[in-house]
């Protein structure tokens, strides 16, 4: 089955604490994304990468940390320093051929504070 | 920062008529898609439509551009229950291909 996968579904951070989202796909995609999105807003572009070993700041990167070791996992780490760290979080990958950038969704991950 | 601006918010009609969503967005753009979002899940891919195109079908779904207006309108036509879902609108412009998500249109469908 040809995917994203994310995990865990629902995840509880405390105060104080770095937690981190996994996301694997088996697509073969080049490039990878972090979203988040709040209740009733659109996504934000949290972090990106388009290669192995590189990644870019999207528009809402601070707290928040990436890795890109492998061209199947982009991990987030949501760090003590994202003071609202509530939210709805989304991982894409995509292939950019001939000016298309269509995105392939996980299933999500929610994280909650306690 | 975002780019498109879904049209209405939310959406309530009966099984069997048609849905019409609208998107605008400011700056030119290289192509605008559309995508769909059950709740709780990630996004599907619907549709997309380049800045040269004017109208593209796929199934009970016509979306239409217009870039003199800097408007998009996704219509689906004969509407399920099925098809309730959250709406949105992705615009890709200047050199980037990564598309800017609206806040979506949510539409609900009754049986």
């Known amino acids: 089955d040809g995917g994203i996968t994310q995990s865990p579904k629902y995840l509880f951070r405390k105060e104080g604490q770095n937690v981190t989202l996994s996301c694997e796909q088996n697509?073969?995609?080049?490039?990878m994304y972090w979203y988040r999105q709040d209740p009733g807003q659109g996504l934000r572009l949290i972090y990106y990468?388009?290669?192995?070993?590189?990644?870019q700041k999207g528009d809402i990167a601070e707290g928040y940390s990436v890795s890109r070791e492998k061209k199947e996992s982009f991990p987030l780490t949501v760090t003590s320093a994202q003071k609202n760290p509530t939210a709805f979080y989304l991982c894409?990958?995509?292939?950019?051929?001939?000016?298309?950038?269509?995105?392939?969704f996980g299933a999500g991950t929610r994280l909650s504070v306690l | 920062s975002q780019q498109g601006e879904e049209d209405p918010q939310a959406l309530s009609i009966q099984e069997g008529e048609n849905a019409t969503m609208n998107c605008s967005y400011k700056t030119s753009i290289n192509n605008l898609q559309w995508y769909r979002q059950n709740s709780g899940r990630g996004l599907v891919h619907l549709i997309l439509i380049r800045s040269n195109e004017r109208e593209k079908h796929s199934g009970r779904l016509r979306v239409t551009l217009d870039t003199s207006k800097k408007s998009s309108s996704l219509l689906i036509t004969a509407s399920r229950a099925a098809d309730t879902a959250s709406y949105f609108c992705?615009?890709?412009?200047?050199?980037?291909?990564?598309?800017?998500f609206g806040r979506g249109t949510s539409l609900i469908v009754h049986p």
């Open positions: 990468s388009q290669i192995v070993n590189d990644f």
């Open positions: 697509l073969n995609h080049d490039a």
């Open positions: 992705a615009t890709a412009s200047g050199g980037s291909y990564i598309p800017t």
């Open positions: 894409a990958s995509s292939i950019e051929q001939l000016g298309k950038n269509i995105q392939y």
